[in-house]
């Protein structure tokens, strides 16, 4: 399995981004996707979780700003991120897992300006 983030950048505070992780490979499409992120000096945190059948779970911080979905179609997973504040910045990373196995795509950096 290999995952591919894309869709970060640079925005003021307030603004919106959508970022995306495609995937491909043996067994890809057959689990749910969950995004983290890394903010300078910290530890990777959890963001959000698409499981397979379709229910999601949001970190609190990000809960009602964020909204992770899923294309079937081209097997790839977003996150809206709307109203971002200056703690959002850091590095994101989607992961998937097949068993006990975690897959984890190479990440895109988030950094919003105050």
């Known amino acids: 399995v290999q995952l591919q983030a894309f869709g970060g950048g640079l925005v003021q505070a307030g603004g919106s981004l959508r970022l995306s992780c495609a995937a491909s490979?043996?067994?890809?499409?057959?689990?749910?996707r969950a995004w983290y992120r890394q903010a300078p000096g910290k530890q990777r945190e959890w963001v959000a979780t698409l499981l397979i059948g379709g229910a999601r779970n949001y970190a609190d911080s990000v809960k009602g700003r964020f909204a992770i979905s899923r294309d079937n179609g081209n097997n790839t997973v977003y996150l809206q991120m709307n109203s971002l504040i200056p703690e959002d910045t850091g590095v994101y990373y989607c992961?998937?897992?097949?068993?006990?196995?975690?897959?984890w795509g190479q990440g895109t950096l988030v950094t919003v300006s105050s």
């Open positions: 992961k998937t897992w097949i068993g006990n196995t975690n897959y």
């Open positions: 490979g043996s067994g890809a499409s057959r689990n749910g």
